[in-house]
């Protein structure tokens, strides 16, 4: 063969070989594309979704960037192993190249080198298919369209769910709502209930955090305490009052001399208790009780003895409401009628000294009889006896005497036989004294 055509048939193998690749490269991208563009638009539209949720939440949306990201590599790797039966080869476009051009195989002859390869000068010019934007375009072309609208729309921030209130201690409500009952009835005044009112808002105006401290906690405690002091005061106060009256009524004629004494004494400490504690009560309706003569309650008009009754009435039911302290029809009436009994008389019972002389402890000892020793344990005593000094002969004592014999029969055992046991105790004294 001339060396200057295996040079030539050389080049035109180099240039057929070139396009060949050039056109492969073209399919497998036209195809690649194909399975990727719709992928694309998809991923894109959850990312729109998903851009939009994070700025309605106020969350920083680089998360939702870099999982985008992560979402693109795989869906253009699934593409690609999806169109990998559709992969074009070099031979492969040397057969579609010539079957393009009308080559009859002559391509493929020549590369086998059974025949010589044509000269690509006398080919048409467009020997390459080409793009069809109008198909390509529109994929990203939406895509960017959906992103850039959810990362420039105007979006509400979610209505953030508000933190719920910090739980105050129970006894700071339990102590608004004692004070609260008590107003209601009218009978105390405002500043005073004010006072315990202003030591919660004060202890409520401390940091969340502080709310359950020891510090807090003790003070907490300390008020109730008080407060509950407070209302008992209050309604010791009141039953007094009422109780006065209520004997006063019950004695139209005179109250008798051993109880007024004691129902004086009840009412004036319960006005030094209106006047002196915590909780004071209305002026108008001190005066009232100030005024009131246990005597000579005729003399009070109808009218004022009735609203003071009803308010004493509003007052204990209010204390009873509040603490709980709910006594009993029969407990109220005891104590509204002084009388003898634990805790239902006018005052305690007198206590005085007598001239008699103490008697005698010993000229009034007397035994405390038990027959019954069936529950005798060891160590009890039995009896006690007292009887003469044993007959002893003294001087007929001689001195050491031979073992084994006695000097005398013994003496003093006679007072034992004397003694005057019940068959019982002779039973017991007997299992252990031989």
Known sequence: MNPANTSAQSRLRNTWHRHAQRLARRMNLGFWLAGFLPLLFSAGLAQAFLLLWFRRNEIGSGFSWSLFAVILVVAAGYAGYRQRGRRYSPRDALVYLESRLGLNNALTAADNGVAPWPDPANLPPRTLPAWSWRRIAPWPAWTLAVLVLAASLPVNPAPSTPPPPPVEPIAWGEIESWFQTVEDAEIVENAALDAFREQVDALRRQPPGERYSHSSLEATDALRQRSERALR?????????????????????????????????????????????????????????????????????EDDLKNLRECLDAGLAACDAALGDRDSEDNRLLAAFPGPGIGKGPAPAPLSFRDDRALDAVSRRESVPNDDLSRAALGDRVGVGIGDEPDTDRPAYTGPVEPGNMAHPGGGGEAVSRESFTPDEQAVLERYFR
């Open 233 to 301: 005061e209050l309604r010791e106060n009141l039953e007094k009052t009422a109780r006065a009256l209520a004997a006063a009524d019950a004695f139209p004629d005179g109250i008798p001399s051993g109880w007024e004494a004691a129902l004086r004494e009840d009412l004036t400490g319960a006005i030094t208790g209106f006047e002196e504690g915590l909780l004071r009560i209305d002026a108008d309706l001190l005066d009232q009780i100030r005024e009131l003569d246990i005597q000579n309650l005729s003399a009070m008009p």
